[in-house]
Nanobody, 126 residues
Framework: QVQLVESGGGLVQAGDSLRLSCVASGDTSSPYVMGWFRQAPGKDREFIASISWNGRHTYYRDYVRDRFTISKDNGRNVVYLEMNRLKPEDTAVYYC???????????????????WGQGTQVTVSS
């Protein structure tokens, strides 16, 4: 079992930056793939980025690739999502997730993630 807690969301203006954090606790010794997702009102939850358990491999949704960066600090069991040049369409609840599927390096598939945080709201005003 892994517990995930996100933080760092808030209200910002277009063009600003935010860094989201996700702290993992519980059984953090397993090689989890970590991911960030977001869900805007009335829309499905969508994949943003994922990172391998050792932090060496990352995968991004195309339209955030040049603005967002996922990273992790294994020593502190924290995963980050650095978001730059934010746009109003980035407004959503952002979720951290962990996948324990054996053999995965990274994955964009929501069905591969077993553990989820409670989410943190990001609102970007124009």
């Amino acid at each position: 079992q892994v517990q995930l807690v996100e933080s760092g969301g808030g209200l910002v203006q277009a063009g600003d930056s935010l860094r989201l954090s996700c702290v993992a606790s519980g059984d953090t010794s397993s090689p989890y793939v970590m991911g960030w997702f977001r869900q805007a009102p009335g829309k499905d939850r969508e994949f943003i980025a994922s990172i391998s358990w050792n932090g060496r491999h990352t995968y991004y949704r195309d339209y955030v690739r040049d603005r967002f960066t996922i990273s992790k600090d294994n020593g502190r069991n924290v995963v980050y999502l650095e978001m730059n040049r934010l746009k109003p369409e980035d407004t959503a609840v952002y979720y951290c997730a962990a996948s324990s599927v054996i053999g995965l390096i990274t994955t964009p598939s929501i069905n591969d993630y077993k553990y989820w945080g409670q989410g943190t709201q990001v609102t970007v005003s124009s």
